[in-house]
């Protein structure tokens, strides 16, 4: 009975595994860091995540995980509700769709496709808040933060590559 | 008949992919709806917002303490090694201020007994609260900070949110134990203001740079690089006289301000409780032996 018990935690911890990293670092992404010339700019976390997961083991992150990433991204980082979601859902179709260029690829090549990705996702995000507010919107922080987000991604990675280890790890 | 799983197979990949398929429609319809009720209902929103803030709030501080501690640890370093300098400098600055309360001691009571002679209403209370900056979700398109006061504290939406250099944003959401903070610098502030030299009115909008601009400037008003400007308490959200920044650039009628705030170290805010004498408690008895 309790190996029993024990067996189905670590079932769940291994399925939501993947999500819970990709929560973990949303919430890391709201301190305030107060770097010098960096205050103001955060990288959007929760694109690496998505674009991570859908390349590597879409399984452990199906559509709906995404939409809830994306609400859970909308609500902590205040972008109008519902743009965060739609962006994520769309660079997620699109991840998965181009999985087969990247799979079992040099891992420059996957960077590679990861600043596609986000760059797509950042012109997107950039044109809906533009229309829901009526205005131009000034572009150069997304443009920084879409350098910092590429810059951060092999970081990230790691930490993926790590929680994916300890989720595939003794099957 | 024997059923080959082949054939179980064979029909069920496609109906998975057709259900997976669906299902990814029927999300990016939810996306949509979510922001049209992001539009339409912004109340329903807010209140979600606030709830979920209010729940990670703690979580939020206990993360962010480590990081201040870094900080504070290097701050006293740099302190320590200029120590001396820094000793003299201030002695130096308070003989100077010292003069200075002097003045403002013999102006305040002039102006007190002026007052009395005019019968003029006294200025409401302004109080002070404290916050921790716990959030900082200023991604590329909004500018917001989370501070880990709300409602309980005595915070209320539409307060200003302070520096010790000068305003920094105004409350938008009041959660129980959290509340937001619009910055300045966001597309969607706007905050009347005045040229403190040439008592110009003017609206402050920000555009997501670290420096907004003026709009609606008095036709025929010569903005110069260095004007003050400073809060002019229109619409009676903010006490007048805040300060907030200087006039950065004026070029082909496009004017930008440089605030006074440190945006990379927003640290702690102080959110002015200013009682609005004129608009909420109109008929609030006036203290004093004014009339």
Known sequence: MKAGFWQRLDLWARRLGPFLSALLLLLLGTIPLRLPYLGSI?????????????????SSMPAPAVFLLGVISDVLGGTPFGVGVLVLLVAYWVTRSQRRLLIGQPFMVVWWGFGMVSAGALILTWLIVCLLAVQFVNPTPALFAFFLGLALYPIVTQLFTGAQRLVDGRT | ??????????????????????????????????????????????????????ALAPIMAAIAEPV???ERAVENAKHLIELRSRNAELVHERDALLQWQAV???????????RAMLGMVPDPQTTFVTAHVVGNSAGAFV???????????????????????????????VGERSARVLLLTDINSRIPVLLEGARHRAILAGDNSNEPRLLYLP????????????????????????????IGT????????????DWDRLEYLRIVNYELAGVIAADRPVDGDAR
Do not use: C
């Open chain 2, 104 to 114: 403002a001691r013999k102006l305040e009571a002039e102006n007190s007994q002026l």
């Open chain 1, 42 to 58: 955060t990288p959007d976390f929760a694109i690496m995540a998505v674009f991570f997961w859908a390349v590597h083991r879409p």
């Open chain 2, 250 to 261: 004026v070029e082909e009628g496009v004017v930008t301000v440089l605030p006074f705030v």
């Open chain 2, 143 to 173: 500018r917001e900070v989370l501070i880990a006061a709300g409602a309980r504290d005595g915070i209320l939406k539409g307060q200003a949110a302070l520096t010790g250099d000068g305003l920094a944003g105004r409350i938008t959401e």
């Open chain 2, 219 to 246: 036709p025929g008003a010569e903005p110069m690089p260095g004007d003050r400007i400073v809060t002019s308490g229109d619409g009676g959200v903010f006490p007048a006289g805040l300060p907030i920044g200087v």
């Open chain 2, 1 to 54: 008949m024997a059923r080959n799983p082949r054939n179980v197979m064979r029909i069920a990949s496609p109906v998975r992919a057709w259900t997976q398929r669906f299902t990814y429609v029927l999300l990016v319809g939810g996306a949509f709806a979510l922001m049209m009720l992001g539009k339409t209902d912004a109340v329903l929103v807010e209140r979600l917002r606030t709830h979920v803030t209010d």
């Open chain 2, 68 to 70: 201040d501690a870094v």
